[in-house]
């Protein structure tokens, strides 16, 4: 049977969750029209048994994997590949789709032509009842429109879902052994694309307040260079780009990038050194990308945030060590 979604779960030591994520997407009324990677991306715990299970009783859409471990974008990689599904749509594995939701997206996502297709998403955490839900209040929900048309709210993976072939015409192939490699693929099928669908279904349940997510504190302090790494390579893709039809997207979508890059700045100790390094890294973007730069001063309260940084010589940075418990993280 011909597929309309391709699903890629990067599944890297998720025993724990797998089964909330597998169960939604099984009891779906479509299973048959999901292909449904499940790619365990070199984890120790039994991540492949629990997925092989649901492969055994659904052999036309699950389809398990076990790999050397190469990092999230090989997860992405890997199920681009293979993809037959006329969409492509990310679910990290300790993440889930809501199945009535999925059910109703499928309906519509089987009737439009859209390159990109945007869902709500609800944020979730691990430890309470708390539910967020992210819809996009400024848009027109079930109206084909094109992008450079209208304005665009910024968007990340979990609203996400791309046609597959545009995905194949760009040969798109995520960064490996780097965290937050979403951002790419949240960026760069907008040089290309041309039309968008937002679809009023909240399908993506991102969970939030689980220990070693690559968003907690502690992560974005260790992995800082990593995340400067993602972040140059969407700048590079911005300047090579700047004339495309989605450039004033792609600007803001990178721009917010920086932000989150300033942010982690403010995460360090308030060391004379880490005052440096912000510092000449800001300076080192102002020359390089002045695009960049001043696109990060227009992104609502934390760009208000970076511009008075900036004007106070960036001495606004020891007022940190007033704050009992640092500078706050974000989600």
Same mark, same amino acid.
């Given at each position: 049977?011909?597929?309309?979604?391709?699903?890629?779960i990067? /599944?890297?030591?998720?025993?724990?969750?797998?089964?909330?994520?597998?169960?939604?997407?099984?009891? +779906?009324?479509?299973?048959?029209?999901?292909e449904?990677?499940? #790619?365990?991306?070199?984890?120790?715990?039994? *991540?492949?048994?629990? !997925?092989?299970?649901?492969?055994?009783?659904f052999?036309?859409?699950?389809?398990? #994997?076990?790999?050397?471990?190469?990092?999230?974008?090989?997860?992405?990689?890997?199920?681009?590949?293979?993809?037959?599904?006329?969409?492509?749509?990310?679910?990290d594995?300790?993440d889930?789709?809501?199945?009535?939701?999925l059910?109703?997206?499928?309906?519509?996502? /089987?009737?439009?032509?859209?390159? #990109?297709?945007?869902?709500?998403?609800?944020?979730?955490?691990?430890?309470?009842?708390?539910?967020?839900?992210?819809?996009?209040?400024?848009?027109?929900?079930?109206?084909?429109? =094109?992008?450079?048309?209208?304005?665009? @709210?910024?968007?990340?993976?979990?609203s996400?879902?791309? =046609? *597959?072939?545009?995905?194949?015409?760009?040969?798109?192939?995520?960064?490996?052994?780097?965290?937050?490699?979403?951002?790419?693929?949240?960026?760069?099928?907008?040089?290309?694309?041309? *039309?968008?669908?937002?679809?009023?279904?909240?399908?993506?349940?991102?969970?939030?307040?689980?220990?070693?997510?690559?968003?907690? =504190?502690?992560?974005?302090?260790?992995?800082?260079?990593?995340?400067?790494?993602?972040?140059?390579?969407?700048?590079?893709?911005?300047?090579?780009?700047? *004339?495309?039809?989605?450039? +004033?997207?792609?600007?803001?979508?990178?721009?917010?990038?920086?932000?989150?890059?300033?942010?982690?700045f403010?995460?360090?100790?308030?060391?004379? /050194?880490?005052?440096?390094?912000?510092?000449?890294?800001?300076?080192?973007?102002?020359?390089? +990308?002045?695009?960049?730069?001043?696109? !990060?001063?227009?992104?609502?309260? /934390?760009?208000?945030?970076?511009?008075?940084?900036?004007?106070?010589?960036?001495?606004?940075?020891?007022?940190?060590?007033?704050?009992?418990?640092?500078? @706050?993280?974000?989600e």
């Amino acid at each position: 049977m011909e597929k309309l979604l391709t699903i890629s779960i990067a /599944a890297y030591n998720v025993q724990n969750y797998i089964d909330e994520a597998l169960d939604k997407l099984t009891n +779906s009324k479509y299973i048959d029209q999901l292909e449904i990677f499940i #790619v365990d991306d070199g984890g120790q715990d039994d *991540t492949l048994k629990i !997925a092989q299970k649901y492969a055994d009783r659904f052999p036309n859409s699950i389809i398990p #994997v076990h790999k050397e471990n190469g990092g999230y974008g090989s997860t992405v990689n890997y199920s681009l590949s293979k993809a037959t599904g006329h969409y492509f749509k990310l679910l990290d594995g300790d993440d889930w789709f809501h199945t009535d939701h999925l059910d109703a997206w499928l309906e519509d996502l /089987a009737n439009t032509k859209a390159d #990109v297709v945007v869902t709500n998403f609800v944020k979730f955490y691990d430890d309470s009842n708390v539910e967020i839900l992210k819809e996009y209040p400024d848009v027109e929900y079930g109206k084909l429109q =094109r992008i450079q048309e209208m304005p665009m @709210p910024l968007l990340g993976m979990w609203s996400l879902s791309y =046609r *597959t072939d545009l995905l194949h015409q760009i040969k798109l192939t995520l960064p490996e052994q780097l965290l937050y490699t979403d951002q790419i693929f949240a960026t760069y099928p907008f040089a290309v694309a041309k *039309t968008i669908e937002f679809m009023n279904h909240s399908v993506y349940y991102y969970r939030l307040g689980r220990d070693g997510q690559s968003v907690s =504190r502690e992560s974005r302090i260790k992995n800082i260079q990593q995340n400067i790494t993602v972040f140059e390579q969407l700048l590079c893709f911005y300047e090579a780009h700047k *004339t495309s039809q989605n450039a +004033s997207y792609i600007l803001r979508r990178v721009s917010i990038s920086y932000v989150n890059i300033f942010k982690t700045f403010l995460l360090l100790p308030t060391t004379k /050194a880490n005052l440096s390094a912000l510092k000449d890294y800001d300076n080192r973007i102002k020359k390089d +990308s002045y695009d960049i730069y001043q696109g !990060a001063c227009e992104l609502g309260k /934390a760009g208000k945030m970076i511009n008075l940084f900036r004007k106070s010589y960036y001495n606004l940075f020891w007022l940190i060590k007033l704050l009992p418990k640092g500078f @706050p993280n974000w989600e």
